[in-house]
């Protein structure tokens, strides 16, 4: 899916709303690659994993995370397989339904506007209905498998 960074909706709200719900959505740090990379493979899977944890070598580190207190509850990555490509993202299934996947998927979409892009790309889309209501995402025409038709990720260890 294509999104245009240029005309991304307000998300100082929602953030502030989460906050009062004891919610905060920050940008991963270093210190945090060990907690969060299992987190993934934990949540998510091996192959988000790999995904996440190449987030942790960009400047600035492209990778959100929603806590609630000193737990994890949600994530979202972005410039992890490809430059400009959002993903992947996943929050916990008993916290959704309050915003955080919107606030993350938001929040991520900022910092490629911020890092110099005009649009982001949404790779191997799953929830494409959010997407479009969230922030006004396009489906790219014949873009399945796109980039992942090389993908290892039925492949086991």
């Given at each position: 899916?294509?999104?245009k960074?240029?005309t991304?909706?307000?998300?100082?709200?929602l953030i502030?709303?989460?906050?009062?719900?004891?919610?905060?959505?920050r940008?991963?740090?270093?210190?945090?690659?060990?907690?969060i990379?299992p987190w993934?493979q934990?949540?998510s899977s091996?192959?988000?994993?790999?995904?996440?944890d190449?987030?942790?070598?960009?400047?600035?580190?492209s990778?959100?995370?929603?806590?609630k207190?000193?737990?994890?509850?949600?994530y979202?990555?972005?410039?992890a397989?490809c430059?400009?490509?959002?993903?992947p993202?996943?929050v916990?299934d008993?916290?959704?339904?309050?915003g955080?996947?919107k606030a993350?998927?938001i929040?991520?979409?900022e910092?490629?506007?911020?890092?110099g892009f005009a649009?982001?790309?949404i790779g191997?889309?799953g929830?494409?209905?959010?997407?479009?209501k969230?922030?006004s995402?396009?489906l790219i025409?014949?873009?399945?498998?796109?980039?992942?038709?090389d993908f290892?990720?039925?492949?086991?260890?």
């Open positions: 899916m294509l999104v960074l240029y991304l909706p307000d998300n100082s709200k502030d709303r989460l906050r009062k719900d004891g919610i905060e959505i940008r991963a740090m270093s210190p945090d690659k060990f907690r990379v993934v934990e949540h091996l192959s988000a994993a790999g995904e996440c190449t987030c942790f070598s960009n400047r600035p580190i990778c959100f995370i929603a806590t207190g000193n737990q994890i509850i949600g979202a990555c972005y410039n397989t430059i400009n490509f959002f993903g993202t996943k916990l008993e916290e959704q339904g309050k955080i996947g993350l998927l929040r991520s979409m910092a490629l506007r911020d890092e649009y982001a790309i191997g889309v929830p494409a209905a959010f997407y479009e969230s922030v995402a396009v025409p014949d873009s399945t498998p796109g980039i992942y038709k290892l990720g039925g492949m086991k260890l």
